[in-house]
């Protein structure tokens, strides 16, 4: 008999000896196995109610960037190539990048310009700003309004160079950078938080190749729209947080 859904795949996960079931059978896939998925963040593109993915592809070789759209069901029925270019993309965002009210996306590539796409309300997109160097090896990008004037900045983390921070215009143009840690910080993750309940944004990174895990605390100081951060160190061990915090009382040059 042939199976209607060739795959079925089901797992539970017991929480408080409750049990949660996942589902996925090969309705639900999305995309084909052949594509390097590096990132993928979820929201409602096309603004029709229902939640549809942005799938990043490539990491070292060039991928085509696809959304997937939710036919309501929970069933991604039609998909949409983002942009012509096949890019080295590792990351990807959806945020209201240019405040007209609907989901833009970010794609951070490596060694090739990382990339806004404007939405035209209905998941049409169109190209629009670069941010951050054109050539770094980004890893990954988070979204912060890090300057705290209402509007999406990006964080973009480089495996070999210094780590970015593209500050938004309020329409989605990233013509300043701030750069911080070293050409030889080797950063995969960043998150952003008040760690120090002083109200500005502080950054907590992550780092592989045998660094340590360092966590950048904000000055407050707002310098034509530029924040400066304190660096100091945190030890991460067995993934407990705190092992060791050690101030460098360095400022970074931003
Ligand atoms: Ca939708
Ligand atoms: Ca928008
Ligand atoms: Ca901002
Ligand atoms: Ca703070």
Known sequence: MKLLF?????????INSQSIKFLSNDRLILGNNKEKTASLDVGDIDNDGDQDVIVANGRHWPGQNRIFFNNGDGIFTVSRPLGVDNGTSYSTELADFDNDGDLDVAVGNGRAPNNIFVNDGYGNFSKGSTFGNNNSSTRNIVVSDIDLDGDQDILITNRGKENE??????KGVFKKTIVFGS???STIDV???DIDKDNDIDLILANRDGQPNYNHLSDGIINEGTPSFLYSSLNFLTSELIISFRFFSKLFQV
């Open 6 to 14: 060739g795959i079925i795949l089901m797992f539970s996960v017991n």
């Open 191 to 193: 998150e952003t938080a």
């Open 165 to 170: 921070i593209c500050i938004n215009d309020g």
């Open 183 to 185: 050409k030889n910080d």
